[in-house]
């Protein structure tokens, strides 16, 4: 019996070792550029669109049984939660994550959330207060389409509070993340990095549709003029905010088929790494079943 | 081109009418018996498992696109919701309806919440206080794992409040669901029906797999006690809350399979009824076509 568990488990370990390299390959590390990404790049897979479908498809088994597990866990209010937090710019395939990887994981276990523009509410609070009402319960996978990075972002480029306030937000936001580990959220931070050009065209092809005419807004275009300063902005939080305890993952993403495939990869190493195991019994199992029998 | 389009409107009925039976199959009409309906029974199917999950998988990209649409004519805030309510006794397979039937759905368009037992705070308020809180918003399936039926369900088994408060709340239910009615939310209201013996047989499995121990709460056998008492109090709702406005479906559950496909018929036939078109452009796509030509 050891015996077989050690096999299995030296299976497990390599299978592990070579998943494990697309995470390792889009971890932001010091010194990285983001100028420097090729987003068309699909690091540490040489497959192609069909090859990352069956690739995704293979693990799914893998990631419901350990959500499950992450889930069973939360059940007595502790255990560890998951928060995926996905940012990039407009038309970076943000929704095509969240229909696609997060929609593949057991919706009773996921709190989906999007952040949009503040709300009056919202703004006469310190910018982290709308977040904190929205991190996960143990045992849950939390997800952030947009998150507090937005107040770092769209909020530098477009100066909405000075420069000596945003400038502390970076320090704050490492705080707030160690906090949250310490309520044993472990974050899961992603940035989709897409081309100007691959948005010009997913922004055109959004005006020949008139099923796509709902995803297009003006304002779009607007923010498309200020292209390099978000991407300045984004070097910042990169630089800033990328910390051993939660590293940012750039994922090349004018591939869709690829950022889908590398995002489901991030999710499923987080849930290896924890490893949840299934919950004992708190009650005799022995003595329920005299009971259940004498029903 | 008219011509073309008879045609087509033609074959969608034919399609519609027969794939409408399950619904009409399920539906309660005046002088119901709840102990009259099989719970192993497959009404309006004659396949079998294998071809249930077939059944399932064909109309799936369909619920896509309408749920999409759906979606996006909530975009400015108004336009219909779904609101789907599950009900059912201990193991009747909720969770298996969430994760397989509301698990297929974009989670972007889905606001699922599980009501527990109520808070300190839930309890101080009136008991329809914390279901109006969660009210899907234009555009969305909301999703009711259990619901405001169990103030006359488990609280009415309980006497948890005086008969005379449990009494008056089946009037109160029927005004509030034509209330959300009037704010465009269309109702689709659930009750799997398993027998006692095919519960029996669940809580068992909890018990034989550690992989299940998290899941069984020694409540569960306590509950089973009052079965007969239940099955009194969802006869009373069926009776008392299905109207013609908004109906009740029960679903025979032992067969988890069945019920899995129905809800999704169910699902599926409003999505067909409500048929949302894609909202127009609100803006002049040429002019943002010439702008965007010119970044």
Redesign the interface.
Known sequence: MAKKNAKKSKKKDAKRASDDSISSALRVTPGFQLSDLDPTATPAFSGKKQDAAEAMESTRAEIDDLQERLY?GG?DGDGPAILLVVQGMDTSGK?GI??HV??A????G?K?H?FKAPTAEERRHPFLWRIRRELPEPGYIGVF?RSHYEDVLVVRVHDLVPPSTWGRRYGQINTFERSANDKGIHLIKVMLHISADEQ?AR??ER?ER??K????N?GD?DE??HWDHYQEAYQAVLDKTSTDENPWYVVPADRKWYARLAVQQLLLDKLRELDPG????D?D?AE??R??AA?
Do not use: C, H, N, S
């Not at 299934?278 to 019994?281: E, G, L, Q, R, Y």
């Open positions: 069973a059940r929704g969240m229909r997060v929609g994981v057991d919706p009773q996921v989906l999007a389409d010009k922004l055109a005006l008139p099923d005419y709902w995803k297009f003006p275009i498309r003029e299934w919950p004992d019994a009650f199992v329920q079943k009971r259940l029903t």
